[in-house]
């Protein structure tokens, strides 16, 4: 839970900044040597629906609905936060 603390704080400044990541999965949170987290592979800011073209196969249990359906709208910090909590619940 630490872990995800600190990714959530991450994630923030990110969101602070006017940016999401836009592919946040499992396989996107890691934590290196010295036990710190890291979030990998974050979206150009402004590109978070081209990452829908990449997205890995298995992935998208940790999609945010509008992943899903782009139809429902942008992508934004709403979106990560819920990504995270599928990562979390994982």
Avoid: M, T
Wanted: hydrophobic share 50%.
């Amino acid at each position: 839970v630490r872990y995800f603390a600190r990714a959530a704080r991450a994630l923030g400044a990110l969101h602070a900044r006017g940016s999401a990541h836009g592919n946040l999965k499992p396989a996107n949170l890691l934590v290196d040597a010295a036990g710190a987290p890291w979030i990998a592979d974050p979206a150009l800011p402004g590109h978070a629906a081209a990452v829908l073209d990449n997205a890995v196969p298995g992935a998208i249990d940790a999609f945010a609905p509008e992943q899903l359906e782009p139809s429902r709208g942008a992508l934004d910090a709403r979106s990560d936060v819920f990504s995270l909590a599928a990562c979390l619940y994982e």
